[in-house]
């Protein structure tokens, strides 16, 4: 199957937040560093159905997986 391309500002909308350049980049200042043992779906600023979509996308390696670990880098 034939991955789809994303980008920050789909994944910010899935996730039911502000998703303008601004908003991406502020919400990462705002949240970073995220400490190097603690797996982003794990971080204390998700919502349970933000976790669980993060925690889903990632165990069935979905066309999302690359766009949450471009996020745990950048919140890095």
Known sequence: MEKMNHSFTEM???LGLP???AEIAAFIAQHK???PDVQI????FWTDGQREFIREQLASDSDWSEWVDRLSLALR
């Open 12 to 14: 910010f909308k899935q």
């Open 19 to 21: 998703c303008e350049a």
């Open 33 to 35: 560093p995220l400490p």
């Open 41 to 44: 779906e794990d971080a204390t």
